[in-house]
């Protein structure tokens, strides 16, 4: 009988020393994990415990996809593309957007809506109204196109700092970029020949816009100096008194080299695209000009215009991710960050 307690009281000191080990080991485990930044994976969560699945646990967009999605578009929208897009990236990291160039020429508004059509991009980014032909041809690819207004955006006027004009009519405007005036003298300026800076009709969104709704369809005038990109006709424009150029808001107002000019329907109402009182040359980059989002918003300003997500409304995946990435756009966050980049929120 002994012999049996002794048998059993070993036993059970056994079964013990093992718990104690077995104990032991785990809980070093658990301290090293936490030390070393890794978590256990608890049994049977699948992978609940991966860092990445935790994250789009917190991507409160409805209906958004998983996967990679080409897009791009519009150069107006490169602010959006960096400040506000890296954000629902890091919210919802398993939804990936992919900056895709043209394999051809330029982008563009126009560049990325064909893109779209021709099913290299999941959708495109826009800043001009879809055009009539551009849905036909997407509908003979048995699709069309939808598109979304997310945020409201201005043109600009940039001349030289030391031109003195008080602001420009949309009529005198058009005049300009036709060559029906060539003097600023004929616009209440000093007697100096104009230099008209523009990108070509190729280029993209902005220009189309411009020949649409300033120009309303004439070509421009034999006076027109092209230029390849914003930031070089900025440069020609600083170093030219007679100098003007026209672009997205955003890449003019705030500019320490160049002034943008009041616009007006009437020479006798002038509204400024940026926040008065004008902040001078001397003062910047210290303090710069900010855009005038209430004339935007109100339309008191000449000429604004929508920003558009340009949607394949084909039922699929792509449709899916054009829908969800504008909804973002479109929430209270979204809208927020669209300010921030510099452009003013639709809602």
Avoid: H
């Amino acid at each position: 009988m002994s012999q049996k307690n002794e048998t059993l009281s070993l036993l059970l000191a056994a079964v013990i020393t093992i718990g104690l080990i077995s104990g032991g080991l785990w809980f070093f485990r658990g301290q090293w994990a936490q030390i070393s930044g890794t978590a256990l994976k608890p049994s049977g969560t699948g992978n609940a415990g991966n860092p990445i699945n935790q994250s789009f646990s917190k991507c409160n967009v409805p209906n958004l996809p998983e996967g990679t999605f080409n897009y791009g578009g519009s150069t107006t929208w490169a602010p959006i593309r960096k400040d506000v897009d890296s954000v629902l990236q890091s919210l919802c990291p398993r939804f990936i957007l992919r900056y895709t160039q043209p394999p051809s020429g330029k982008p563009g508004s126009g560049t990325g809506i064909q893109m779209l059509i021709a099913n290299q991009l999941a959708f495109s980014q826009s800043s001009r109204s879809i055009k009539a032909e551009e849905n036909a041809e997407a509908r003979q690819k048995e699709f069309s196109l939808k598109e979304i207004p997310v945020a409201i955006d201005g043109i600009a006027i940039a001349v030289n700092p030391n031109l003195n004009i008080p602001g420009l009519t949309v009529a005198q405007l058009k005049d300009i970029y036709t060559g029906n005036i060539t003097n600023w003298q004929n616009v209440g300026g000093p007697n100096l020949p104009i230099t008209v800076f523009s990108r070509s009709k190729e280029a993209g969104g902005t220009v189309e816009f411009f020949v649409e709704n300033i120009l309303n369809k004439e070509n421009f005038g034999t006076n027109i100096t092209y230029i390849g990109t914003t930031t070089e006709a900025v440069r020609k424009v600083a170093a030219n008194t007679g100098g003007i150029y026209y672009a997205s808001a955003p890449e003019i107002v705030p500019q320490c080299t160049i002034k943008s000019l009041p616009l007006g329907r009437t020479n006798s109402q002038f509204v400024p695209p940026y926040q008065e009182p004008f902040v001078p040359q001397s003062e910047c980059p210290g303090k710069r000009n900010q855009l005038n989002t209430q004339a935007f918003r109100s339309g008191d300003y000449a000429i604004t215009r929508n920003l558009f997500v340009i949607v394949k409304q084909n039922g699929q995946t792509d449709q899916q991710a054009g829908e969800g990435y504008a909804n973002w756009l479109l929430t209270p966050q979204g809208q927020e960050l669209i300010e921030k980049a510099g452009f003013v929120r639709i809602k």
